[in-house]
């Protein structure tokens, strides 16, 4: 499976950015889908994440009601709209998948080890 995301930049605080990753070399409908994102000199974090029929959504609660995660089938891809960035959103956002479980657990999807692939990650940058 490779993952390859696009969209970060450099944005003012209370601007947005929409990021997308497109997913290539497995069935697109198997996967299900997250966000995560990576501050130099610390750990990756979760951010959102979307089950592979796209009717399930989980969201990390410092991005929930500013984020909002979309996948589409067709075109296989999944994006992330992010509106009124601060500053503490930077960061680098990484793409993830992993093969959909029999259920989606939202605890277990926050969790970046639960996920085999990876894209090579996208900045963001706020400024103040």
């Known amino acids: 499976v490779q993952l390859v995301e696009s969209g970060g930049g450099v944005v003012q605080a209370g601007e947005s950015l929409r990021l997308s990753c497109l997913v290539s070399?497995?069935?697109?409908?198997?996967?299900?889908l997250g966000w995560f994102r990576q501050d130099p000199g610390k750990e990756r974090e979760f951010v959102a994440a979307i089950n592979w029929a796209a009717d399930i959504t989980n969201y990390a609660d410092s991005v929930k009601g500013r984020f909002i995660i979309r996948r589409s089938n067709r075109q296989k891809t999944v994006t992330l709209e992010m509106n009124n960035l601060k500053p503490e959103d930077t960061a680098v956002y990484f793409c993830a998948g992993r093969r959909s479980p029999p259920r989606f657990d939202p605890a277990v999807a926050q969790v970046s080890a639960e996920y085999p692939y990876w894209g090579q990650g996208t900045q963001v940058t706020v400024s103040s």
């Open positions: 070399g497995r069935t697109f409908t198997s996967l299900d």
